[in-house]
Structures are given as structure tokens and as C-alpha cells.
């Protein structure tokens, strides 16, 4: 494990109605997931292994929920806590497929509450699409490991919808299919491991991905909570009696029970429509569907009000009243009485859906002693095989799950045989307690394997300081005739970068990727917590070298390289640099000093062919040519922002033209005693500081200037 601390595991699960006591089937977003999440963390959280276990989910304060959703932070005890953060309009809760558009923001607030603990979390775990869109951005920031648990899939789901008769074009806008998918393939290509409940997920539901191929799965079931869920034991009544019998001529009939919230990929209506049209189970059983919660109809979500009108409609068409019952509301505690009331009387507990990724409430109801009838696409398949108390069916075939629910009401032998084998199989095979070890073997696992590939780094690697996520104070200097020049200089700063770990080290050059590698470990230059390269149009993090994809989004903007390389072309006193020295946002030429272009003058040429640029001349003899929205100045300011620092606890260094725009403004600039005549300009601007020393030296020079990881005096 990583330290004698234990393990800090941190969880993001955004969608949903998310506290301690959750209120499960309350709306579309709140239902299973909620659950396992909860449990699943309860579970973690009582092994000694770990120390500490926090759930990052949304906050809102909604009028219409309950205030806990305001509330940051919650306890759940044993050192796990649910902490809400804003993402989104904080008076009003989102659906799941209107988040999409503030996970970055999401994503923003995950960076700040880790830097207010300080203490880095040893692994990430993401849950559904969503969090795997912020998981594998937390990831790629902080060298965290990420582990995933996708719950249900895009491609799959889609595939199924479409089966059952929606159309393509509608289901893609209502559910942001492309997205999600999006979503799901990233997770597939980054995450350390994919942790499924079935084999059958993996080899039916992910096989549909391009990104399968390369990841790595771990088939690690959920548990049941066994001292909620048990068999009826010698009761021959049930408490619910009472509340049924609103519904029900007959509530002592054997029940067809369904537990779901009102999802039309639950597949309600057939299930009413094959006990609808079946005059024997008709006679014989009753249905009881528990479709979450509802008060007054016009609060209901649009696609939940949906299913529970069509339901409406075919009990009225059929004439089913007496012999349905449809509870508006239910406590936490009575769904384990509708189980046990199912096995009192003999009935079975009915899973139709469309697809389940995997199927609690089929463990539940094996828990409780009472057999099931289930979907055969998804997790149930699992369940079945090692629990052996149900039957498999084609979720769309009517007649099929008619003869399944026959075969297990009419034969008592049968059904007694189930029951006795559901029970068996859910305590010999499913338990949280079971979870949680196979679960911390594989984070084991994951980072040994981390630490390995951290010991087969070189010597300039070994030197990472992996301060950037508890930093307070950021640090980043040009490398040519700034950082280097100087070895004696060097050697102080980066024994001075020793002392002060809060204060995260960066470069920002010219040189691309690889260049600037070679050049920091020419001069043995431990790797910076951030690279910026190519003239600001590249950001990579730290050891594992991602890159910062949503800098490369933000560049896009109006860029036209082309477009570029075009209208310069024919310009006298330039000269295309090499092939190394281009990229996909930086066009670069030498200049030629006996006839050199202005600036000005092809940043005019450029705005006159409506090209969003701006143009860098370093050294007179250098020339790039950059997205507007690119420069070495504005990679910084991203990063303040992105990581909460204020500018004024950024200090910049530089020599030449192209460090200009990482200084003013509220930056503690230094320029160091060897600059090149173009920043002479600089000389009366706030907080630039021209040090006499020179290279490293000059740096000193300047943080002793701003007292920088001290108190700022500026």
C-alpha cells in the first residue's frame, strides 16, 4: 500500500440524488447506481486498508429536493464522506444528459477540494459516463490512476432502444449518445481497469467499442446487503397488507413483484401487457409495480410520466383494477417487505428489462428467498448461472415471459427449489465484505504496478515532484539562456526547488516535446510538474507526459494553419523552419536579418485573410506564428485557473521576446540579466523585475526579489 496512512480512495459519481440515506426511484438519475455507489463505499471504508473514501458528486439547492443536496459535505462515517461540488445552476437540478455541458467545470472544482486536503488520492474511480469524462481528466492532471465502473452503456443502450422501436435521430438527442460514447471510449483507453459485474458485459456490451481491445477488465460483482435482505423466515403475514389492500380484492394471491424506477428501458409495459393478456396468471397472481416515487403527475420528468401513463393506460384498457397495484410511495425500509411479502405468498420477483448491466434487485429478491424472472441480456446471466433460482428471458417476447412466470407460480416443487438455491448461492458468492477484498487486491495491484515504471524512469525522472496538485506556488521558466546557461545556477535552484515542495516547477519554451526531454536531461534537470511547449501551444503534465486536451480544444478556435502557411508564403525574409520544429498549432520560419518583415505587418496580411493569429519574433531570427488564443502567457493563466492559483503566486522567467506575455499583469515576472534587447519595453511595467544576475542565477535573483513561497510582498 502507499504509506502506512492507507489508502485514500476517491470516487465521482455525478448524477443523481446523492446523500446517506438515498431516496432511491425518486427520478430517473436515482436509482441502482445511488445504491451500489453507497454500499460499494461502505463496504471500502470498513477494511482496514483504507484510510479515507470520498464520493465527489454535484451540490445543488433545488427547491423542489431535499436541502441535504446543498449541504458540501456529508458524513457516512469510518472516514467516507459524499462532497458536493457546483457544476452547473446551483438552484436547479439537472437530468444526467443536461450535465454534459458543466463537467468540465466539474472537473475545475475536483482540482480545487484536492488541493484544499492536501493529500493526493492514491487511486480515481469513476462511475457511469459522466465521471468517466472527469475521471480521465483528474487522471491525466495528477498521474493519478483511474479505475471505472461504467453501470450501463451508450452503444448498448442505444442498439436496444432502437430495437424497441425508437427511432435513431430522436433517442441521440434526447439521451447524448455521441458524447457519452465519446466518453466511454476515453475511459476504455485510460483507465487502469474496468471493473464489471459479468463476463457477459465485457464480452457483449464493451465488444461493441473500438477501444475494448486495449482495456484492461476486472469482473468484480456487487454485494447485497444480507442484513437488510432475508427470507421471511416463519412469517405467514406481511405488514404491507394493510397499504395493498387499497389496490388488491385479493392481496394474499401469490405477486408478480417489479421493482424499478419508470424507465422505459425497464420495459414496464410489457410486462403489464403479457400479465395483461393471460387470462391464468391473471386468475391466479397479482402485479405489483414499484415505480419509484410520485406525488402530483405534472411533477413528474416528461419520459417517467411517459411510462407511468402507459402503464395507466393498460391496466384501464384491460380492466386489471383490483388485481394491480401501482404504490405512489414507499420508505427505504418497505423495500425489503416487498420481497419478503412476494416469498410469504409464494410469488416471483420479475427483472424485464430491456438490457441490466447487472441486476441487484435480482440479488436482492435471491436474498429474501424468492425466486426471479429475468432479462437475458446483461448481467442476469451471471446471476442465474451461479445462484440458480430463476429463468431467462427474451425481454421482448411476450409469450416467453408469460411461460416463464407459469413455470415458476404453478410448480411448487420448482419454486421451492429456486428459493432454497437463491439463498445458497447470494452468501456463497455475493457479499460486500467479498467486493471489497477482490476489490483492494486490484488497486494492489494497479499500483505496484505504478511503482514499478516510477523506478524504471531515468535519473532526470526520479527527480518528480508530484507537487503540482498541493501546490501553493507556481514557478515556470523559459529554458534556453534562462533556465540554462549557468550550471552552478542550476545546481542552486533546483536544490532551492528541493526545499520548497509546495512550489510546483514548470518550463514553458519554444522547443517541442521531445526537444525540450532531450535538453533537461542533457543538463540534468529534474522533469517539471508542467511542460509548455512549442511556443505555449502544447501542455503536458508531469511523468506520465499527458497532454492537456482541453488547451488543444481551447486553440482550435479560429486557427486555420493552412491558411497560414498560404498567405506567408511569398513573404521576403522568410524561410520555413524544419519539418521538427512545426506542430499542429505553431507555424515556424527563420528570418532573415539583412531584409527582416515587421510584425505588424504580417500580423496585418494575416488579419486581412481573416486568419485568427497572432505572430512571436524571438532573437530577430525567429519567427512563430501561433492560434490567437495561444502564447506562453495564456497556457499560463490557464493553468492558474485551472489549478487555483492566483497570478500572484505565479513567478515567470525569461530572456528573449517570446517570454513576454508570461509576465505583467498580477505575475511576478523576472527577466534575468543576459535578456535579449527585444524586452527592454518591459523595463517600467508592474511586477516585471530585471535582475542583475544572470541564467539561474537571475531566477534566485527574482524569487528572492518577490519572497516567493513566502509571503508575498507585491
Known amino acids: 500500500m502507499p504509506d502506512h496512512e492507507g489508502l485514500y480512495i476517491l470516487m465521482l459519481s455525478i448524477h443523481g440524488r446523492i446523500c446517506g440515506t438515498p431516496e432511491l426511484g425518486v427520478d430517473a438519475d436515482t436509482g441502482g447506481q445511488v445504491g451500489y455507489v453507497l454500499d460499494e463505499m461502505r463496504a471500502l471504508a470498513r477494511d482496514p486498508r483504507v484510510a479515507r473514501i470520498d464520493l465527489l458528486t454535484r451540490r445543488f439547492s433545488d427547491p423542489a429536493t431535499h436541502p441535504i443536496y446543498g449541504e458540501a459535505r456529508e458524513s457516512l462515517g469510518s472516514g467516507a464522506r459524499i462532497i458536493r461540488l457546483s457544476a452547473g445552476p446551483s438552484q436547479k437540478y439537472l437530468q444526467k444528459e443536461r450535465l454534459w455541458d458543466y463537467l468540465d467545470t466539474f472537473v475545475d472544482g475536483a482540482l480545487q477540494f484536492i488541493r484544499s486536503e492536501n493529500r493526493i488520492p492514491d487511486i480515481i474511480h469513476s462511475h457511469y459516463a459522466d465521471a468517466g469524462y472527469v475521471g480521465v481528466r483528474l487522471s491525466r492532471l495528477l ?242 448461472r451461479y445462484c440458480r433460482n430463476g429463468i431467462l428471458v427474451d425481454p421482448l417476447n411476450i409469450g416467453e415471459m408469460q411461460d416463464a412466470l407459469r413455470q415458476m407460480l404453478f410448480d411448487r416443487r420448482r419454486w421451492q427449489r429456486a ?21 483492494l487486491a486490484e488497486v494492489e495491484r494497479i499500483l505496484r504496478r505504478q511503482r514499478k515504471q516510477l523506478r524504471r524512469e531515468s535519473a532526470a525522472r526520479q527527480g518528480v515532484r508530484r507537487a503540482l496538485p498541493t501546490a501553493d506556488h507556481l514557478l515556470i521558466s523559459d529554458i534556453d539562456n534562462t533556465l540554462i546557461g549557468d550550471p552552478a545556477g542550476l545546481a542552486a535552484l533546483i536544490e532551492w526547488l528541493g526545499e520548497h515542495p509546495r512550489v510546483a516547477f514548470g518550463v514553458a519554451t519554444g522547443r517541442n516535446l521531445k526537444q525540450t526531454m532531450e535538453v533537461l536531461a542533457a543538463h540534468q534537470v529534474p522533469r517539471p510538474d508542467i511542460c509548455i511547449t512549442d511556443v505555449g501551444t502544447r501542455i503536458v503534465y508531469g511523468n506520465t507526459l499527458h497532454e492537456d486536451q482541453d488547451w488543444a480544444a481551447h486553440l482550435h478556435y479560429r486557427w486555420w494553419r493552412e491558411g497560414v502557411l498560404q498567405t506567408l508564403a511569398e513573404i521576403p525574409g522568410l524561410r520555413l523552419q524544419e519539418k521538427p520544429a512545426q506542430s499542429t498549432f505553431k507555424v515556424s520560419y527563420y528570418v532573415d536579418p539583412k531584409r527582416p518583415p515587421t510584425a505588424k505587418d504580417l500580423q496585418q496580411r494575416l488579419h486581412q485573410q481573416r486568419i485568427a493569429a497572432h505572430v512571436v519574433l524571438s ?96
Open 143 to 384: 498521474g493519478i490512476p483511474l479505475i471505472h465502473t461504467g453501470h450501463s452503456l451508450g452503444r448498448d443502450k442505444r442498439e436496444r432502444l432502437i430495437a424497441a422501436g425508437r427511432k435513431a435521430e430522436s433517442i441521440d438527442r434526447q439521451f447524448r449518445f455521441s458524447r457519452r460514447i465519446a466518453a466511454e471510449e476515453a475511459v476504455l483507453s485510460e483507465a487502469s481497469a474496468i471493473l464489471t459485474s459479468t463476463r457477459q458485459e465485457v464480452d457483449k456490451q464493451y465488444a461493441l467499442y473500438e477501444n475494448a481491445a486495449q482495456a484492461h477488465f476486472v469482473v468484480l460483482p456487487p454485494g447485497v446487503d444480507l442484513r437488510r435482505f432475508s427470507r421471511p423466515g416463519r412469517q405467514r403475514s406481511s405488514p404491507l397488507l394493510p397499504s395493498l389492500r387499497r389496490f388488491l380484492e385479493a392481496p394474499r394471491k401469490p405477486a408478480i413483484l417489479a421493482i424499478a424506477r419508470p424507465d422505459e428501458r425497464k420495459n414496464f409495459q410489457r410486462l403489464v401487457e403479457a400479465y395483461a393478456t393471460a387470462p391464468d396468471l391473471r386468475e391466479q397472481a397479482n402485479l405489483i409495480l414499484v415505480m419509484g416515487q410520485r406525488d402530483r403527475f405534472e411533477q413528474i420528468p416528461h419520459g417517467a410520466r411517459g411510462v407511468i401513463e402507459s402503464v395507466l393506460r393498460t391496466v384501464d384498457d384491460y380492466d386489471l383494477y383490483g388485481q394491480v397495484a401501482l404504490p405512489k410511495h414507499h420508505e427505504p425500509e418497505e423495500i425489503p417487505e416487498y420481497y419478503r411479502y412476494a416469498a410469504i405468498y409464494k410469488g416471483v420477483f420479475v427483472n424485464p428489462a430491456l438490457t441490466e448491466p447487472f441486476g441487484l434487485t435480482l440479488l436482492e429478491a435471491a436474498a429474501s428467498g424468492l425466486p426471479v424472472v429475468a432479462t437475458r441480456h446483461g448481467g442476469p446471466q451471471d446471476i442465474i
Open 419 to 439: 428459493s432454497r438455491a437463491g439463498l445458497m448461492g447470494v452468501r456463497r458468492v455475493y457479499s460486500w465484505e467479498a467486493h471489497a477484498r477482490r476489490y
Open 619 to 714: 532573437h530577430t531570427r525567429y519567427l512563430d506564428v501561433l492560434p490567437i488564443r495561444a502564447s506562453k502567457g495564456h497556457a499560463i493563466r490557464f493553468l492558474a485557473f485551472r489549478w487555483g492559483l492566483p497570478l500572484h503566486a505565479v513567478l515567470t522567467a525569461g530572456d528573449s521576446g517570446n517570454d513576454a506575455d508570461m509576465m505583467g499583469g498580477e505575475i511576478c515576472g523576472v527577466v534575468v540579466g543576459n535578456h535579449s534587447p527585444e524586452l527592454h519595453g518591459l523595463r517600467d511595467r508592474h511586477h516585471i523585475y530585471f535582475a542583475s544576475a544572470c541564467h539561474a542565477w537571475g531566477i534566485l535573483e527574482g524569487i528572492q526579489h518577490y519572497h516567493f513561497s513566502g509571503d508575498l510582498h507585491v
